[in-house]
């Protein structure tokens, strides 16, 4: 009779007292075991015999066991110890195992069979003896038919066989793994913690054994033939997980998966900013990434081969590019690149819409272009007034009452083109003293730039509110005009908040917490580039001489408007800076010097952006005379640093011809 620990009695006393059938939780709940030990019980009594399991759900531990014949038959003697009485306990030998259990346990004395009953004594005293007949010998009628050897041999052939696939069959083992894909890739923080499942069938899974990069893990949690792994924190590289069962004399069999620890961003080498390109010009974009890493340039997924793609365009794109290189783990680098404008040798003057229309002015310009001294001229189209000095056809120009309609745009444009030379269309954006009115008095004060007293900004006589969207329109619908008249290019000025703190002016839109007032105008610029490419015509941006080094003091964000312009235009007049300025004594009787060290300033800021510089030079008097000598100096400063494209500042529009000396690389 079998030996069985305590709990396998307590196990087997409950089992026997539930007609011989129960569920694991019902017993490990009744006796305040765990689940982990009722399972433990019923495996050494199946072993025994005993107990036998009925399977519910493939793939798990039976849930539910019932007794064998031979539980029944041997069950109560192996829980005698266990089932006593304990408040009349009878000794061991008085005790029948059948009590209480509804059937005999006793056997039964078997009695001699019926034909036995009357043997004679001498039969009784030969039972033992071996009587064997008289051989009788057999000759059949016929001789005995011939054996049959192909029968016998198919037999013993699917009988070999029969027993081939027996011994395959016990031999085959099912090893499943799950909860991670064999050969994938996986960042640090997506596979932590996951849990891996190993499904065995075909054998017991209690010699199963797990093996990460051939070293012996633990920890792992067993259920029946399923195995569960809660992946720890590991080192990045190759790794393989392997599940090793032993079927002693059939051997070893395992099942092992690959994968790899990626936390490390691939690789991205390109220039942030590429060398200049013509407008319309086709532009080649490479650079070098990880061979396996997939690669977008602006949302374009790009070819590689070997690490190494390239994205051939048909013309610069409109602003800054994003480039992503993602790996198989997931890892992302990105980074934004640039593609500037080639802008063409600019000598030009400023010239207004006014002295456009009057001969007296506009024909000194004319002897200007013939005599070769400047290549372009800057036609303002809305000034600092908020007219629009031309036959402008917008809508809401129209209602503001801002047309003057001073020259014939396209015919302005079609004569200068005659003469072999650009037109620059000058646009001043925000400050706008008629829109600003126009729309303080249609209820409209989102549009209007206000002081703390919630009036309008009376500083410029009205500044429109760069943040509102309609503003914004209004002067892209200005430069949308132009282009489709045929201008070369857009020159914005006022692109700017007005001077001050912030404190002592409203801006609606605008909130501490919200973004930069230059972050806004960048934005604008973005837009102002898109729309203006589409029509092959370049546009950039005048600013402060200070905005190099002081720049969000007025919202111009100097290395930010290089993504979105094609050129920067500095407004560098001597006569502006104070004494002192970048170690000049009297910058405005010395504007080599003055132009020399704030040129180079700039030069400095934009050093990696690839945009043109186009300086705007002085020809007007303030307190020191200027004239020719003066023009030429300033001329002279920035070549000299190697700038040799420039705009010439003259409000009357009446210039130094002499001074005026174009230089060249």
């Known amino acids: 009779m079998p030996l069985l620990a305590i709990s396998d009695k307590k196990v087997l006393r409950h089992i026997l007292s539930q007609d011989g059938t129960c569920m694991v939780s019902e017993v490990a709940s009744a006796l305040a075991i765990s689940e982990q030990e009722v399972i433990q019980a019923f495996d050494n009594l199946r072993r025994t015999g005993l107990t036998k399991a009925e399977i519910e759900t ?73 009587w064997r007949p008289t051989l009788a010998v057999y000759v059949p009628e016929h001789p005995p038919k011939r054996r049959r050897w192909g029968s016998l041999f198919l037999a013993t052939t699917l009988t070999l066989i029969g027993i081939g696939l027996l011994f395959i069959t016990i031999r085959q083992v099912d090893i ?91 690789t991205l080498v390109m220039p942030n900013v590429l060398d200049p390109v013509g407008l319309g010009q086709p532009v080649t974009i490479s650079g070098i990434s990880e061979p396996d890493a997939t690669v977008t340039v602006g949302g374009i997924p790009v070819s590689s081969s070997g690490g190494k793609f390239k994205l051939e365009l048909d013309r610069p794109p409109a602003g800054p590019l994003s480039v992503l290189a993602i790996d198989e783990a997931g890892n992302t680098s990105s980074l934004e690149i640039v593609v500037p404008i080639k802008y063409p040798t600019t000598h030009a003057v400023h010239v207004s819409a006014a002295a456009w229309a009057y001969p007296a002015l506009k024909n000194p310009i004319i002897d200007l272009i013939k005599a070769g001294k400047i290549n372009a001229i800057e036609l303002t189209l809305k000034d600092e007034s908020g007219y629009l000095g031309y036959n402008s056809k917008l809508q809401l120009a129209r209602e503001a009452g801002s047309i003057r309609s001073q020259f014939d745009l396209s015919g302005a444009i079609e004569e200068l083109h005659s003469l072999g030379v650009r037109v620059i269309g000058r646009i001043v954006a925000f400050r706008d003293p008629i829109l600003s009115q126009h729309a303080w008095n249609l209820g409209n004060k989102d549009w209007v730039l206000q002081g703390i007293n919630g009036q309008p900004l009376s500083k410029y006589g009205g500044f429109t509110n760069f943040y509102n969207e309609q503003v914004q329109e209004y002067n892209l619908a200005i430069a949308t005009e132009a282009a489709e008249a045929g201008i070369d290019d857009i020159l914005w000025d006022y692109m700017r908040r007005p001077e001050g703190s912030l404190a002592k002016m409203r801006i609606p839109g605008f909130t501490s917490s919200s973004e930069k007032p230059s972050a806004v105008i960048n934005n604008f610029l973005a837009k102002a580039q898109s729309n203006l490419h589409e029509f092959d015509v370049l546009h950039g941006v005048s600013v402060f001489g200070i905005a190099a ?17 094609d050129y920067i235009a500095p407004m560098i007049y001597p006569s502006h800076w104070a004494k002192g300025e970048y170690g000049v004594s009297h910058p405005e009787a010395q504007p080599y010097e003055i132009t020399l060290a704030s040129l180079a300033e700039f030069q400095r800021v934009l050093s990696e952006t690839n945009t043109a510089i186009v300086p705007w030079l ?25 700038i040799f494209d420039w705009l010439l500042w003259d409000p009357t529009v009446t210039y130094s011809t002499a001074g005026i000396i174009p230089r060249s690389s």
């Not at 190993?198 to 051939?214: H, K, M, Y």
């Not at 195995?227 to 990045?236: G, H, N, R, S």
């Not at 080094?549 to 312009?565: F, H, L, N, Y």
């Not at 007007?620 to 640093?641: C, M």
């Open 549 to 565: 080094t002081r720049g969000e003091q007025i919202a111009q964000d100097i290395p930010g408007m290089a993504k979105v312009v």
């Open 176 to 266: 499943e793994i799950s909860g991670i894909n064999d050969a994938a890739s996986l960042q640090p923080v997506n596979i932590e913690g996951k849990e891996i499942r190993f499904n065995i069938d075909g054998t017991n899974a209690r010699s199963a054994q797990i093996f990460l990069d051939d070293s012996l893990i633990s920890g792992f949690q067993r259920y029946g033939n399923q195995i569960f792994w809660v992946v720890p924190p590991l080192p990045e590289g190759k790794h393989v997980l392997r599940l090793t069962v032993d079927r002693r004399i059939y051997g070893d069999v395992s099942q092992e998966i690959k994968f790899s620890i990626d936390g490390t961003p691939p």
């Open 58 to 130: 493939p793939g798990f531990q039976t849930n539910r066991w019932t007794l064998t014949s031979r539980g029944y038959q041997v069950g109560p003697s192996l829980v005698l110890d266990v089932v006593a009485p304990e408040n009349n306990p009878a000794p061991q030998d008085k005790i029948d195992p059948a009590d209480g259990w509804g059937f005999p346990w006793k056997p039964i004395k078997a009695e001699a069979p019926v034909y036995a009953n009357n043997l004679s004594k001498l039969a009784g005293r030969r039972k033992h003896k071996t």
């Open 618 to 642: 002085q020809d007007f008097t303030l307190r020191v005379e200027y004239g020719s000598d003066e023009v030429k100096a300033q001329i002279d400063a920035a070549a000299d640093i190697g």
